[in-house]
């Protein structure tokens, strides 16, 4: 059974760190490149933060250098995000992506960065 299962989300006060991981099965994870979305109340889904298949050149939004990173243990069939200096605004529900030559997604996990 093809899955992508995050976890990591929760409530955190602003400039607090979380991580998100994103483990996979069912499917060649090593083949694949994995990304993070992110999705606000009342706005579009958006690309947070990419890495391709074999690990190497990582891209991110403007909102979120400097403070997220994203990472992948191929051997674990896991993604990870780490977010630190968390702001109000990274309140979203966060997405895990598989790309390759479909496209497959995660249930999502709720970030809520409040005082």
């Known amino acids: 059974q093809v899955q992508l299962v995050e976890s990591g989300g929760g409530l955190v006060q602003p400039g607090g760190s979380l991580r998100l991981s994103c483990a996979a099965s069912?499917?060649?994870?090593?083949?694949?490149?994995m990304s993070w979305y992110r999705q606000a109340p009342g706005k579009e889904r958006e690309l947070v933060a990419s890495i391709p298949s074999g690990g190497g050149t990582t891209n991110y939004a403007d909102a979120v250098k400097g403070r997220f990173t994203i990472s992948r243990d191929n051997a674990k069939k896991t993604v990870y995000l780490q977010m630190n200096s968390l702001k109000s605004e990274d309140t979203a529900v966060y997405y895990c992506?598989?790309?390759?030559?479909?496209?497959?997604w995660g249930q999502g996990t709720l970030v809520t960065v409040s005082s």
């Open positions: 069912g499917f060649t994870f090593s083949s694949y490149a």
């Open positions: 992506n598989a790309k390759s030559w479909r496209e497959l």
